[in-house]
Structures are given as structure tokens and as C-alpha cells.
């Protein structure tokens, strides 16, 4: 990637006398070969006329990736900074695309151009794990939802910025690590400084692959998105995503939630701090498609948020219900976000008081079972209201029912349908060698 960019910067430069460049290595404290990699560079340089172009800049304490890139960015002496990761991820000619959106004087609030791989995403979704797909589609309806519309591949780490846009977003940003672009894009927003999108060339199945172990579970932050417009499905997937998070936490032999943990989530004085059992990384859990949701039969409706409700508060999870198609309420579910409504429940904030029990429910059956017996009762209560759907035989049979039952809101329904084939591809099981050796 460092010789790649090299000769292509050199090459600008020879073709126009105008054209200068520097490069800013950020080393965050790696623990591989990076510095010598780079110092081998500077030294190989020294005796060029290019001897003062490469510079590494090495931070004393691990600062993440967004900690890096502003630290590098606010080092940067030219009129147009670009952040590239280090991995080769976009090819470094991909610089000629970002660069055609820039005009010198003709953006009074600063220019940010915005690399994407969104259309490279059906060919590399058929390689990547489903859960990795899973969480992609979360993530981006979160965003999508709460703070940036118009840059649907907030993540890819190829960005263009000239120096007033730059020096707007950088020095206030507070996300250190994995997510700043998102805070840094709403920035730019939130300042009025324009942002367009350029297409790159690099495959996005030649990107870093990051494994979902136990072992990198205690150290996530987690977001779970329900498909309201499928009420049936909404407690089966939050049951079994649930109960995998918490059997993955305790394979990692992770601590459990000290009793200082539960204490500031839910307060010293909380009616219900000995009857909940807290995972002990961050969760939020979203429930989306709520403008379809709304026109649900009360008395279902109200069942299945108690029972949403319920889980959440049991295990220290922050709930909220929200929308991208219904633009009133979705700007009604960000200003909530601001206090506690009707949409949001900060983990916390609610009691089992508040949310009451099923229909019919002995207090002494919740009272005396632990949250995998308890979430099975409001399983069972849910089912009653929204009977289970068998879909019929055979996978073609199978997707068209899918996509038949699908509403209109492409994000959600990517998700669930990578959501459905890793369910899917967990279950299956294998014929045993004797069924095989009589086919």
C-alpha cells in the first residue's frame, strides 16, 4: 500500500509542477512490523529528493481509529487531507474520483467527499459471514434512522476533506474508535458543509475479516434490531438472539455484572436491582417499522411491548421503537431520545411494575424462575396472540414467501433476511455417513 501510494502521488507530482504531498503514517501503538515497515521507507527516501514527504507519527497511548485519524488530520499541512486506511482496502488512484468533486472557493463551508462500496455490496454479502451481514444491515438502519441519511457507506475508511471542512469536524469529535465517522459525517451535517459520495474501485471481499469470537464479545457494544411489521417473529428473535449473547459471554468467562455494574445502571434505590440479571456489555435494542406496528390490534400491540419491555429492563438494555418511513415520527422518536417517552426506554429507567405481567400470568411463576424460564412465559403468551407461521416446503416456495411478506423498507428487510439465513444455517443438520453411504 506505501509503495502504491508513493508512486502514485510521484507520478501527480511529475505531471504537475503545482502538485505537492506528504504522507502522515499514524501508528496507534500496533504491535506489529508497521513502524519498521515505515522507518525503512523514510530511510530508503533520505538520499531522494522526495526525502521529507514521508513522516510517521507514532501515539504513546492506543487511541483507536478515531483517535488515530484525527491526530493525523490535524498534523496535515495541505489544502485537500485524505484519510486512507492501511490495509489496501481502495485503491489509491481512487483519489482522481473524490478529487473531481473539489473546486477551489466554490465550497464556503468546506467540502467532504465521502468514498463508497455500497454498490459493490450484493457480490461481497455472498461471501461474508450471515451475522456479519446481520449487523451491517442493523447498523446502517440505526444510522440511517438517528443521524446520517445521506451516506449509506458511512464506514469505508477513504474520505476527501479540504482544509475548512477539516478543521470544523476533527477537533470536536469525541468517538475515538470504531464508529467516528458517524459522528464526524452528523458534524458536517449539523455545520452545513457539502458532502458527496464517489464510488471506489476496490472489492469489498478483500476487506480485514473480524471475527465474532467470545473472546472479542465482552469488549462490543451491541445494537439488535426487531421487525415490528412482523409481530410473530419479534419475540422468537429477541429470545434467541438474547440467550446466544449471554451463553457467549459466559463461554468467554467474561466477569458477571459486579454489584458497583448494576448500581449505576439501574440506580441504588431501584425496586428491581435483585430481580434482574444485566449482560455486561452495552445493548440496545431497537424496534423498527413502528409505522406499520401502530396499526396493530391494541391488546396485541400492548402484549408485545410489555414483553419487549420486560426483557430489556431484565437484562440492562436501553429499548427504542422507531421508524425511517413515517418522517413525523421519526423526528418525534429523536427528540425523545432526549428524555424518556413513550418510544424509549433508557436501560434502567423502567421497573416490572410499570410493565406488568401476560394476561393471566401467576405473579408467583415470574417471581420464582430465572430470565430463561421467565422469557419462555412471555414467549408462550406472545404465541397466543400471534400464532407461530410454519412457511411452506421447499426454498424457492420458501423465498417468495419471504419476500411476499416484506414491506417496502429495504434496510429492515435485508436484515431480517440475513437474520432468517443464519438462524437457518445454525439449525441445519448434517446426515449422518450410514443415510449418506445408502443415497
Given at each position: ?21 506528504e ?20 530511510d ?14 507514532r ?32 485503491e ?15 465550497y ?20 461474508r ?28 475508511g ?6 475548512k ?31 458527496h ?9 478483500e ?32 429470545v ?29 434505590k431501584?425496586?428491581?436491582?435483585r430481580d434482574?440479571?444485566p449482560i ?7 424496534g423498527?417499522k413502528?409505522?406499520?406496528?401502530r ?9 408485545l ?7 430489556a ?38 421497573t ?17 424462575s ?18 407461530p407461521?410454519?412457511?411452506p ?10 419476500r ?15 437474520l432468517?439465513?443464519?438462524k ?16
Amino acid at each position: 500500500m506505501l509503495h502504491a501510494t508513493l508512486e502514485y502521488l510521484e507520478m501527480r507530482r511529475t505531471g504537475d509542477a503545482r502538485f505537492t504531498y506528504e504522507i502522515i503514517v499514524v501508528d496507534d501503538c500496533s504491535t506489529d512490523s508497521t513502524v519498521e515497515v515505515v522507518e525503512r521507507e523514510v530511510d530508503r527516501l533520505a538520499s531522494t529528493s522526495t526525502s521529507s514527504v514521508l513522516k510517521l507519527l507514532r501515539l504513546t497511548v492506543n487511541r483507536g481509529k478515531g483517535g488515530a485519524v484525527r491526530s493525523g488530520v490535524l498534523r496535515a499541512a495541505g489544502e485537500l487531507i485524505l484519510m486512507v486506511d492501511a490495509d489496501n482496502a481502495t485503491e489509491i488512484g481512487d483519489f482522481d474520483k473524490l478529487e473531481a468533486f473539489w473546486t477551489k472557493d466554490s465550497y464556503p463551508n468546506g467540502l467532504i467527499v465521502c468514498g463508497s462500496r455500497a454498490h459493490l455490496q450484493n457480490e461481497a454479502m455472498a461471501k461474508r459471514h450471515p451475522l456479519r451481514n446481520v449487523l451491517m444491515h442493523g447498523f446502517h438502519l440505526i444510522v440511517s434512522t438517528l443521524c446520517v441519511q445521506q451516506v449509506q457507506d458511512t464506514q469505508c475508511g477513504f474520505k476527501l476533506f479540504d482544509r475548512k471542512a477539516a478543521q470544523l469536524v476533527f477537533p470536536p469529535l469525541h468517538i475515538e474508535r470504531w464508529g467516528f465517522d458517524v459522528e464526524m459525517l452528523y458534524l458536517a451535517f449539523q455545520r452545513k458543509i457539502a458532502v458527496h459520495v464517489g464510488p471506489t474501485t476496490k472489492k469489498v471481499l478483500e476487506l480485514l475479516k473480524v471475527p465474532l469470537s467470545p473472546d472479542r464479545l465482552p469488549r462490543s457494544t451491541l445494537m439488535l434490531v426487531l421487525d415490528l411489521s412482523v409481530p410473530g417473529d419479534v419475540l422468537p428473535s429477541l429470545v434467541y438472539w438474547v440467550t446466544l449473547v449471554r451463553k457467549l459471554l459466559t463461554d468467554s468467562n467474561a466477569a458477571p455484572p459486579s454489584e458497583a455494574f448494576i448500581q449505576a445502571k439501574y440506580g441504588e434505590k431501584h425496586p428491581d436491582r435483585r430481580d434482574v440479571s444485566p449482560i455486561s456489555i452495552p445493548l440496545l435494542i431497537v424496534g423498527a417499522k413502528y409505522e406499520t406496528f401502530r396499526d396493530e390490534d391494541s391488546v396485541k400491540r400492548k402484549g408485545l411491548i410489555q414483553a419487549v419491555r420486560y426483557i430489556a429492563h431484565a437484562i440492562g438494555a436501553t429499548l427504542l421503537f422507531t421508524t425511517v418511513k413515517d418522517k413525523a415520527l421519526a423526528t418525534q422518536v429523536c427528540v425523545r431520545m432526549k428524555h424518556h417517552g413513550d418510544s424509549l426506554w433508557t436501560a434502567g429507567s423502567d421497573t416490572f411494575e410499570e410493565i406488568g405481567l401476560p394476561k393471566g400470568a401467576r405473579v408467583a411463576d415470574f417471581e420464582e424462575s430465572n430470565l430463561d424460564k421467565r422469557m419462555k412465559l412471555w414467549a408462550k403468551a406472545i404465541a397466543e396472540l400471534y400464532p407461530p407461521v410454519t412457511p411452506p416446503e421447499g426454498e424457492s416456495v420458501r423465498r417468495e414467501w419471504c419476500r411476499d411478506r416484506k414491506a417496502r423498507n429495504e434496510g429492515v428487510s435485508n436484515y431480517r433476511e440475513e437474520l432468517r439465513r443464519y438462524k437457518d444455517k445454525k439449525t441445519e443438520k448434517k446426515p449422518s455417513a450410514k443415510k449418506e453411504a445408502k443415497e
